[in-house]
C-alpha cells in the first residue's frame, strides 16, 4: 500500500457516494480508504487516490463562476488489455462513452462514473527495448 503522504488525489463530484464506491470498487480495482457516506468517501488504486464528494460535502461547494466551465478532465487508467476490459465492463452492463482510440502512443476508450465523471482507460503501445532499437 502507498504511504499517504504519496498518494496524488483527484476530487470528482459525485450524486450519490455509495453507487460511486460501489462502482470503482466492483469494476475499476480500487479499495475503499474511508467511506463515511453519503457525504465523501475515498478510494485508492496505486498512487491514485479519488476523493468522491457527495452533495453534502464541503467539497461539493460550488465552483466559482470564473472557473467553472465544461471541461474533458478525466482520470487515466493504464490497463493490460484493453480489449479485455471493455468486454469485461460490457458484460457487467458498463456503456461507454467512445469507440476505441489509436495514436502512437497506445489505445483508449472512455467511460463514465454513475455521476457522469469522464475515466479513460489506455493500453501503451508496445516498445522495443532500447537496445533492440535500429541505430
Known amino acids: 500500500m502507498t504511504p499517504s503522504d504519496e498518494y496524488v488525489s483527484v476530487r470528482y463530484l459525485v450524486d450519490d457516494v ?5 462502482f470503482y470498487t ?5 479499495t475503499v480508504l474511508t467511506n463515511p457516506a453519503p457525504a465523501f468517501a475515498d478510494v485508492i488504486r496505486g498512487s491514485l487516490r479519488l ?3 457527495g452533495p453534502a460535502s464541503s467539497g461539493a461547494r460550488a465552483t466559482p463562476a470564473e472557473s467553472a466551465g ?14 479485455a476490459e471493455i468486454a469485461r465492463l ?23 462514473d454513475p455521476a457522469g465523471n469522464l475515466i479513460e482507460l489506455f493500453q501503451p503501445a508496445a516498445h522495443r527495448p532500447a537496445a533492440d532499437q535500429p541505430a
Open 70 to 83: 465544461a471541461g474533458r478532465n478525466r482520470i487515466h487508467l493504464v490497463v493490460g488489455d484493453l480489449d
Open 90 to 112: 460490457r458484460g457487467a452492463g458498463i456503456e461507454f462513452r467512445s469507440d476505441v482510440v489509436a495514436g502512437p502512443g497506445g489505445r483508449q476508450i472512455l467511460l463514465a
Open 26 to 30: 466492483h469494476h475499476l480495482g480500487f
Open 51 to 53: 476523493l468522491l464528494s
Open 18 to 22: 455509495p453507487a460511486a464506491v460501489a
